[in-house]
């Protein structure tokens, strides 16, 4: 089925270890995004990106890092997690300015 | 940065009763768009809107954009146990790539 898969779904960190999320889309959309959600706090912007070979910060950039090497993938990566970066991480992608498709979520526990 | 408003942040009713979440930014927008994301799984596009005083309707449910372009509200009618979720709404400012969004509205529906 068409749609943004996200990879792994879970995951237990302990503080230090780094690690990569993996999102794919198969859609063709230029526009992707990556998202943090927390208890109270919605969703929260990390990185974004316009176009293969593109990416920019967002509203809660620091800690991570993201590339675009190909337009259907967008990876999300956490150098040295610590224990703030616990949280439900979603992807997302868009066709321009509509509607977003969001993945099913990367469940994220740092220890 | 821009900011965007909604409230409640929570709203339990029982079934058959209406629901509305309401939705303000800072700043004006060029188009509000509103998901909705069941307990557990991930926030999917229900609609966007771009006119001013445009009036959308789902079935039970009605969007509405303000005049101003500066706030937006969500309406169901005869709330069902299915409505249960947290209703998002996210703003994009013109010239702008991506969406703010609110913190959400959080519905329980008892039978």
């Known amino acids: 089925n068409a749609g943004v898969t996200q990879t792994p779904k879970f995951r237990v960190l302990k503080t230090g270890q780094s690690m990569t999320l993996l999102c794919a889309q198969d859609?063709?959309?230029?526009?992707m995004y990556w998202y943090r959600q927390d208890p109270g706090m919605g969703l929260r912007l990390i990185h974004y990106?316009?176009?293969?070979?593109?990416?920019a910060k967002g509203e809660v950039p620091d800690g991570y890092n993201v590339s675009r090497l190909k337009k259907q993938n967008f990876l999300l990566g956490l150098e040295s997690a610590a224990p703030s970066q616990t949280s439900v991480y979603f992807c997302?992608?868009?066709?321009?300015?509509?509607?977003?498709?969001f993945g099913s979520g990367t469940r994220l526990t740092v220890v | 940065g821009q900011q965007v408003m909604q409230i409640p942040q929570y709203q339990h009713v029982q079934e058959g009763e209406d629901f509305t979440t309401y939705c303000n930014s800072s700043?004006?927008?060029?188009?509000i768009q509103w998901y909705k994301q069941r307990p557990g799984g991930h926030p999917v596009f229900l609609i966007q809107?771009?006119?001013?005083?445009e009036v959308k309707k789902q079935k039970r449910l009605t969007f509405q954009f303000g005049e101003a372009k500066k706030n937006s509200s969500l309406h169901i009618t005869a709330t069902q146990t299915t409505d249960v979720g947290t209703y998002f709404c996210?703003?994009?400012?013109?010239?702008?790539?991506?969406?703010?969004f609110g913190k959400g509205t959080m519905l329980l529906v008892s039978p």
């Open positions: 997302a992608s868009s066709y321009g300015g509509d509607g977003y498709t």
């Open positions: 859609m063709n959309h230029e526009y």
């Open positions: 990106s316009v176009g293969e070979g593109t990416t």
């Open positions: 700043t004006t927008l060029s188009n």
């Open positions: 809107l771009v006119k001013s005083g």
């Open positions: 996210a703003g994009r400012q013109s010239g702008y790539s991506t969406l703010t």
